[in-house]
C-alpha cells in the first residue's frame, strides 16, 4: 500500500481524495461534525504543499439521495473556502479552490462499484487518495474500482485508523474489550476473536440480551436478535462477562444496573489497552448514565496512561455529548467499517489500495 505522505512534491499535482463526510443534517446544517473536524488535517496538508484538492463522499444511504451542499457550507463555516460542483462533469481543470463533488450516490454507478463510472472519477485528478475509512468496508465505485484507473494512496486518517485499529490485535495486558449496541450478528464474530485476544470481554446492551436468552434467563420483551445462535462454545468462558444487574422498563431490559458499573469501574482501572464499540443501554431513548460513566472511567484510564480506542455511531454521540472527544487515544470515524475491520484484519477498501499498480 502506497501512503499520501510518502509522497514527495504534490504542487500543481490533481489530489482526488475520497472523504466520509456521512454526518447526520437537520434543516439544512450539519449536526454533528466529528468526521469533518478528523480529515481537516489532510485538507490543510495538502493546502500547505499547493496541490489542487478535489473531495469526494456519499452521504445518506443512496435512497434519499441527499445532497452534500449543507457539508460545503460548513467547510466555509470552518475556513476551507470550497466551490460545491454538481455535476462532476463540470470540474475544471484549472480550478484553484477547493472542490467538493455531489454525493456519489446519485450515481447509480457508485454503488455498483461500475468500472466505466470510476473511470470517469479517476480522470478528475492525477493521483486518488482515499480518506474515507469508514466507507471502505463498501465495494462502491470510489472506494474500489477507482484504484484500477489512477495512482492510489491511503490518506493520514486511514492510516492512523488502521494502525491504531490494527494495535488492538497485538494489544498491552489487561487488555479489555467492551462491546455493546444492538444487532448480535454483526458483533458475534468479533466477541469470539476478542476472546482469544482479550483478558476480559465485556458485552452488554442489547447484546448481552440473546446470552441470556440462550441461557433460559427471563427477557421478557427485550429487543434480541431473532435467530438462534450457539452460545455453547462460550459457556463457562471466565473472560466473557455480562451485566449481573439491569434496568428494566415496561418488562424489557433498557439499560444495565449501578452493580455492573461498579464491576466495570473496576476492569477499566485495571486494564492498560481498552477497545469499546456500543452503549450499554438504550441511549437514544435516555438510558445513557452508565454509558456515559463508563466514558468518563475510560477518559480517566486514558489519562493514568492506558490507551482507549473507541468507535461506532452510537459511541461517537456519546462521546460528543460529553464533548470529550480528546480525551480518548484515538476515536475511530468507522461505524461498520471498524467492526469489519476488527473480525477481519482488513476492507474492500485496503485491498483495493494494496492492488493498485497504476
Ligand atoms: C457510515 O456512516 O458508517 C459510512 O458512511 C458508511 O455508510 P453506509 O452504511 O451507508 O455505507
Request: with cysteine; charged share 25%; net charge negative.
Amino acid at each position: 500500500m502506497k501512503y499520501l505522505k510518502d509522497i514527495k512534491e504534490l504542487k500543481g499535482v490533481r489530489v482526488l481524495v475520497r472523504l466520509d463526510l456521512n454526518v447526520p443534517v437537520r434543516g439544512g446544517s450539519v449536526t454533528d461534525d466529528f468526521r469533518i473536524r478528523k480529515i481537516l488535517p489532510t485538507i490543510k496538508y495538502l493546502q500547505d504543499r499547493q496541490a489542487k484538492i478535489i473531495l469526494m463522499s456519499h452521504i445518506g444511504d443512496g435512497e434519499a439521495k441527499a445532497s452534500l451542499f449543507p457539508v460545503a457550507e460548513h467547510f466555509k463555516k470552518l475556513e476551507i473556502d470550497c466551490v460545491y460542483v454538481q455535476d462532476y462533469k463540470k470540474v475544471l481543470q484549472n480550478n484553484d479552490k477547493i472542490i467538493l463533488l455531489e454525493n456519489l450516490r446519485v450515481y447509480d454507478g457508485e454503488m455498483q462499484n461500475d468500472k466505466a463510472f470510476a473511470k470517469e472519477l479517476a480522470s478528475l485528478g492525477d493521483i486518488y487518495v482515499n480518506e474515507a475509512f469508514a466507507v471502505s468496508h463498501r465495494h462502491h465505485a470510489s472506494v474500489s474500482a477507482i484504484t484500477e484507473f489512477i495512482p492510489s494512496y491511503a490518506g493520514l486518517l486511514f492510516e492512523e485508523e488502521v494502525r491504531h485499529l490494527k494495535a488492538t490485535f497485538k494489544p498491552e495486558h489487561p487488555f479489555l474489550f467492551i462491546i455493546g449496541g444492538a444487532k448480535f450478528e454483526t458483533k458475534i464474530p468479533l466477541i469470539e476473536k476478542f476472546l482469544k485476544i482479550a483478558d476480559k470481554v465485556f458485552v452488554g446492551g442489547a447484546l448481552a440480551n440473546n446470552f441470556y436468552k440462550e441461557r433460559g434467563v427471563e427477557i421478557g420483551k427485550s429487543l434480541v436478535s431473532p435467530e438462534h445462535f450457539d452460545l455453547d462454545r462460550f459457556a463457562g468462558n471466565p473472560k466473557l462477562e455480562l451485566p449481573v444487574d439491569e434496568v428494566w422498563k415496561n418488562d424489557a431490559i433498557l439499560d444495565v444496573g449501578p452493580k455492573t458499573v461498579s464491576i466495570l469501574r473496576e476492569e477499566v482501572k485495571k486494564a492498560k489497552h481498552i477497545l469499546w464499540n456500543g452503549p450499554l443501554g438504550l441511549y437514544e431513548q435516555g438510558f445513557k448514565e452508565p454509558t456515559l460513566s463508563l466514558a468518563k472511567m475510560i477518559a480517566e484510564a486514558t489519562k493514568h496512561g492506558a490507551k482507549s480506542i473507541l468507535g461506532g455511531g452510537d459511541t461517537l454521540a456519546v462521546i460528543a455529548e460529553l464533548g470529550m472527544e480528546d480525551h480518548f487515544t484515538f476515536v475511530s470515524t468507522g461505524g461498520g467499517a471498524m467492526l469489519e475491520f476488527l473480525a477481519t484484519g482488513t476492507l474492500p477498501g485496503i485491498e483495493a489500495l494494496e492492488k493498485s499498480e497504476a
